[in-house]
């Protein structure tokens, strides 16, 4: 899923005998009709990976069969307002025998990408059980053609890798300025399982391998591995891996836990590498029971939310740079697996996450929608066929919104599935003046961050609505809109499905009357001046230091709203008073009098 909403889903589908690729692109709107896109291959498509960007943009991966460890990895893209795939293009002409491939896809809104995936040999006499000689690669996409990075990513390409599975495969972020991050698994000197990360540049260049998963616990050695992990990105190079470090007997852990590191945007000083871990999973110094893979999520400042199963639950933990929350359950617990839950977190603090369903020989996805105000809501959803879900995917916009994809029934008649999440509009302000201001202003407000659709406007003045179905993101008053004094102004934001979202209410403060001058005799030939500005609530004051009074004599006040003088002689005399209210109003008046 793109920022802007749009997006798509990959999967396979057995053709005439054949196994071949097919993607259903979301307009924003609604889905389109899916389509094959591995167009003029005759030979089985495996391992699809799809990544989109803004504007409909869709790039799509997969490897097709070619012969003895010549295996081919292909791509085709569909460009913002086409609505055809183009024909495939090779991405790397030889991947080896395509067992372990896994490739994984990152998106810029932009349509620039990178790819990640393993290239994997056989397994040798000399390798140890379940490793395998093999190399991180990785491509950069610029919108139209793929170029390799040249040279193996991972640390180590002499050294057996794991031979990879479901939640320890490589994984890749890219961000809006076309750099990213790459996160693998491979083993330390010690021979020890560890998750790795480097940044990626879109130059082509590539940082330093440096452990996330680290070789010491509470200063004694973790002879565990990691076997499972999660990363995302946010901002400028904002990151996070969520990863399970798995316990050794006589260790500093007691059994599996859930670790959390990040990594600042690329502009910090500490950008080079990930910080020090921090369990995230609650267990204190004890040990989770079951704990499954994590998925993580980050925003730009470095808020996470770590999602995983505990038992038979699916559960959520948010934590920043200071503290870790405790945990959330999503599930409503009638579900007889952990659910492997996953999450998309926005910057407001809005977040989907999603998560299997099991109970008894039916299933589904439960998916929750979290606003920016932490209120979810959740609900649990099948395809028609129904029966057991045999894999489940969420991408998210960033923004709160998401896709949940997920395949589900017999093997004889899989459905795919899929929905959207529409978050409602970001929460967002109105500009006022600061102080009080005498001629009726134009309004205007920010544009609330918003995937789905577009943006129409109802503005309100002390909860009377005063203009509607606005598309501008600024309004100019009219005079009869407004009396003097203190008003409170609210623009409500409703987006395409009738979400609607209330701004942070702001202060108008209007003064529209100049200053009243008001002169009093007194006996003994003594004169007053009073000058004042109404009332508190509906006037902004005068501004003493404006206030000046010629007595007509010769003799002159200032800084004062009342003051007093007695004459000497009997007059007449013109009094001259001139004032400002902190408004700008200004009074400039002559008095006559007789002392």
């Given at each position: 899923m793109a920022p802007d909403g749009t997006g798509g889903i990959v999967y396979r589908k057995r053709v005439e005998?054949?196994?071949?690729?097919?993607?259903?692109?979301?307009?924003?709107?609604?889905?389109?009709?899916?389509?094959?896109?591995?167009?003029?291959?005759?030979?089985?498509?495996?391992?699809?990976?799809?990544?989109?960007?803004?504007?409909?943009?869709?790039?799509?991966a997969w490897v097709?069969?070619?012969?003895?460890?010549?295996?081919?990895?292909?791509?085709?893209?569909?460009?913002?307002?086409?609505?055809?795939?183009?024909?495939?293009?090779?991405?790397?002409?030889?991947?080896?025998?395509?067992?372990?491939?896994?490739?994984?896809?990152?998106?810029?809104?932009?349509?620039?990408?990178?790819?990640?995936?393993?290239?994997?040999?056989?397994?040798?006499?000399?390798?140890?059980?379940?490793?395998?000689r093999g190399e991180l690669r990785a491509a950069r996409y610029d919108g139209a053609l793929w170029s390799g990075f040249g040279f193996p990513l991972n640390r180590n390409t002499?050294?057996?890798?794991?031979?990879?599975?479901?939640?320890?495969?490589?994984?890749?972020?890219?961000d809006t300025q076309g750099n990213g991050l790459l996160a693998w698994q491979e083993p330390d000197d010690t021979f020890v399982d560890r998750v790795w990360a480097r940044r990626i540049f879109g130059s082509g260049q590539a940082g330093i391998a440096t452990q996330v998963s680290p070789s010491a616990w509470n200063e004694q050695p973790l002879r565990a591995g990691a076997d499972q992990f999660s990363l995302d990105s946010a901002g400028f190079g904002q990151g996070a891996i969520a990863y399970r470090q798995l316990a050794a007997p006589n260790g500093p852990i007691a059994?599996?836990?859930i670790m959390l590191a990040t990594i600042p945007e690329v502009s910090s000083p500490d950008a080079a590498k990930f910080g020090a871990p921090r369990a995230v999973d609650g267990a204190g110094d004890g040990a989770p029971v079951g704990a499954g893979p994590p998925a993580v999520a980050v925003d730009r400042v470095g808020d996470t939310f770590t999602a995983f199963g505990l038992a038979q639950r699916s559960v959520l933990v948010g934590a920043d740079?200071?503290?870790?929350?405790?945990?959330?359950?999503?599930?409503?617990?009638?579900?007889?697996?952990?659910?492997?839950?996953?999450?998309?977190?926005?910057?407001?603090?809005?977040?989907?996450?999603?998560?299997?369903?099991?109970r008894g020989g039916s299933g589904g996805i439960g998916v929750s929608e979290r606003r920016a105000d932490g209120v979810p809501v959740a609900q649990?959803?099948?395809a028609p066929v129904g029966g057991v879900v045999s894999g489940f995917a969420l991408a998210g916009s960033g923004l709160g919104d998401g896709i949940v994809g997920w395949a589900q029934g017999p093997e004889t008649g899989v459905q795919i599935a899929a929905v959207v999440v529409d978050a409602p509009p970001d929460a967002f302000a109105v500009q006022t003046p600061v102080d009080w201001v005498r001629t009726v202003p134009e309004l205007q407000?920010?544009?609330?961050?918003?995937?789905?659709?577009?943006?129409?406007?109802?503005?309100?003045?002390?909860?009377?609505?005063?203009a509607e179905n606005l598309t501008r993101t600024q309004l100019a008053l009219r005079a009869r809109d407004l009396d003097d004094g203190v008003h409170v102004v609210q623009v409500i934001a409703e987006d395409a499905g009738g979400q609607e979202t209330t701004s942070r209410p702001a202060e108008l403060k209007l003064d529209t009357r100049k200053p009243r001058v008001r002169v009093q005799r007194f006996r003994n030939r003594l004169v007053q001046v009073t000058v004042s500005d109404?009332?508190?609530?509906?006037?902004?004051?005068?501004?003493?230091?404006?206030?000046?009074?010629?007595?007509?004599?010769?003799?002159?006040?200032?800084?004062?709203?009342?003051?007093?003088?007695?004459?000497?002689?009997?007059?007449?005399?013109?009094?001259?008073?001139?004032?400002?209210?902190?408004?700008?109003?200004?009074?400039?008046?002559?008095?006559?009098?007789?002392?």
């Open positions: 005998g054949r196994v071949h690729i097919f993607a259903a692109q979301f307009d924003g709107k609604g889905w389109r009709a899916a389509q094959r896109v591995d167009n003029g291959q005759r030979f089985d498509g495996s391992w699809p990976a799809i990544g989109a960007g803004n504007g409909g943009r869709l790039v799509v097709q069969e070619f012969g003895s460890f010549s295996d081919r990895l292909y791509s085709a893209a569909l460009d913002p307002g086409a609505r055809r795939f183009q024909a495939p293009v090779p991405i790397d002409l030889n991947v080896g025998e395509s067992t372990g491939t896994w490739p994984a896809i990152s998106m810029a809104p932009s349509g620039n990408a990178f790819i990640t995936y393993l290239v994997m040999q056989t397994p040798g006499a000399a390798d140890p059980p379940g490793y395998a002499a050294a057996p890798v794991r031979i990879p599975a479901a939640g320890a495969t490589p994984r890749v972020t890219i059994g599996p836990r740079d200071r503290s870790v929350r405790a945990a959330e359950r999503l599930d409503d617990g009638r579900t007889s697996i952990p659910g492997a839950p996953v999450v998309d977190l926005a910057a407001s603090g809005a977040a989907v996450a999603a998560w299997q369903v099991r649990a959803l099948a407000w920010e544009r609330p961050a918003v995937a789905i659709g577009g943006v129409k406007y109802a503005v309100t003045i002390d909860d009377d609505t005063v109404g009332a508190r609530s509906s006037t902004s004051g005068v501004e003493n230091t404006s206030v000046s009074i010629g007595w007509g004599d010769g003799k002159k006040a200032s800084g004062r709203r009342t003051a007093s003088h007695r004459y000497r002689g009997s007059g007449p005399f013109t009094i001259t008073v001139r004032a400002t209210d902190k408004a700008g109003n200004r009074v400039s008046v002559k008095k006559r009098v007789s002392a």
